[in-house]
């Protein structure tokens, strides 16, 4: 394993936060629009996991050539410093540092899902502590607490409602308003939904956006209860406000106590409440539309930028080209011949008129370029270090026309053809290796 295939999937996880981060500002400047759409922070997620599942935006828009898209070169180059730099600076396997990696990732991924659970039992031993109460909704297990606290919906599988021991001196109106409203939250699942989101929070920790999306999500689920209580069951907005502004009044005074209650309904500040009940009193126009088209165009750009940009950091296999014009071929690769002492040959023969130019197979850099670094049989000689540990060697050159530590690009001259060195006629003996080992070059080039 190189240091470039750990670097790789580390570096996609950094774009995806950047890209979290990128789409979080996105959302709540659409979140103007219609701000009780729980479902545009799904979209955003989505949208953020797309340029990640293989779509690829090219390959859908025809009228824009492919070459507009091809940044296979920069990547090979980008892919080919890592490679030398990490060779060079680090000496463990990578193996050992990818081990560490994940022991670190499981770890914390373990810690905040025990977390998550043990926050979910302290609520359960909450209402183990309440009295069952009985209303108008059946098949649903409804607890009136011993405490003070926001009534709250909980319940991963089996959902349940908690009423706080207030809600009893409430007047009538009051009790309706608070009542109607957590049961929306039933209706549409909103605390499934957040145990949903906050699990991925969990097993994704190292993005931190996620978080900040999922309180943006508990604003907008609450905003949609919100909005829906009040034109389902026609309560008065006044009386919808002043419920709220009594269950906050008793939260505020037990609510550090008691923070477990925070499992079912992510706490929202005091200046989230004057949002809502500003929205309440006098509720902005929605324009779900807009938010849909920008959703749309979002997804499509996010796609576009992001699955080219995440490929300079997608490990990259050499961009192969034949490094003659007309040529043929005239010894293969392990061909056993008596002028090589019956020993298998090492790469293939081309041969083609004395002063050819020769050109790199693929991008690299020139570790050798001389006639006395290698043994005298080579004659004189072009090493080119590729992506993805490849070297190739052109040999018996009759001009070098690189140096030692000089960047080429694939196709780019680097000799011209001779007969230097052990030879029977003027010819190129091209090899090619992969992490040291001597491979058929026919099986990485297409040769004729």
Request: charged share 15%; hydrophobic share 45%.
């Amino acid at each position: 394993m190189s240091f470039v295939a750990l670097i790789a999937p580390l570096a996609n996880a950094m774009v995806w936060v950047l890209l979290c981060f990128a789409l979080l500002a996105f959302g709540r400047y659409l979140k103007r629009f219609n701000p009780a759409m729980p479902s545009m922070w799904w979209g955003l997620l989505v949208i953020s996991i797309l340029p990640f599942s293989g779509f690829n935006i090219s390959t859908q828009l025809i009228a824009l050539p492919d070459v507009l898209f091809d940044v296979s070169e920069q990547a090979e180059l980008l892919q080919l410093h890592t490679e030398l730099v990490t060779n060079k600076a680090y000496k463990a396997d990578p193996s050992t540092l990818l081990v560490i990696l994940l022991c670190i990732y499981v770890s914390v991924t373990l810690q905040r899902l025990y977390r998550f659970w043990r926050n979910r039992n302290s609520v359960l031993r909450l209402l183990a502590t309440g009295e069952k109460v009985s209303i108008d909704r059946k098949n649903l297990d409804t607890f009136m607490l011993p405490i003070n606290c926001s009534p709250f919906v909980t319940g991963i599988f089996k959902s349940k409602l908690a009423l706080p021991k207030y809600f009893m001196t409430l007047p009538e109106p009051q009790k309706n308003a608070l009542l109607n409203h957590e049961l929306v939250h039933l209706d549409y699942r909103d605390h499934q939904l957040l145990a949903c989101w906050h699990i991925l929070s969990c097993i994704f920790w190292f993005n931190p956006a996620l978080l900040k999306m999922e309180v943006e999500l508990a604003k907008a689920i609450e905003a949609r209860c919100d909005k829906s209580t009040l034109s389902r069951y026609g309560i008065n907005p006044k009386v919808y406000a002043q419920a709220m502004l009594t269950s906050l009044r008793f939260n505020s005074a037990s609510f550090e106590e008691h923070s477990s209650v925070a499992f079912a309904s992510r706490a929202l500040s005091l200046a989230d409440y004057k949002l809502r009940l500003t929205e309440i009193m006098r509720p902005t126009e929605c324009h779900s539309r807009r938010v849909l088209i920008a959703l749309l165009l979002c997804a499509l750009t996010s796609v576009a930028i992001v699955s080219h940009l995440k490929s300079l950091f997608i490990v990259q296999h050499p961009n192969w080209q034949a490094p003659l014009n007309d040529y043929f071929i005239s010894s293969y690769f392990a061909h056993i011949s008596a002028f090589r002492q019956n020993r298998p040959h090492n790469g293939v023969d081309l041969v083609a008129p004395k002063g050819q130019p020769i050109s790199s197979l693929a991008t690299g850099k020139v570790l050798v370029a001389d006639g006395h670094t290698l043994p005298a049989n080579y004659g004189k000689v072009v090493l080119i270090q590729h992506s993805n540990g490849y070297q190739s060697v052109y040999a018996h050159l009759d001009q070098v026309l690189v140096t030692e530590g000089e960047w080429v690009h694939a196709g780019m001259h680097i000799g011209t053809l001779g007969e230097t060195g052990k030879v029977t006629g003027p010819h190129l003996h091209l090899e090619i290796l992969h992490n040291g080992e001597r491979i058929d070059p026919l099986t990485v080039v297409e040769l004729n």
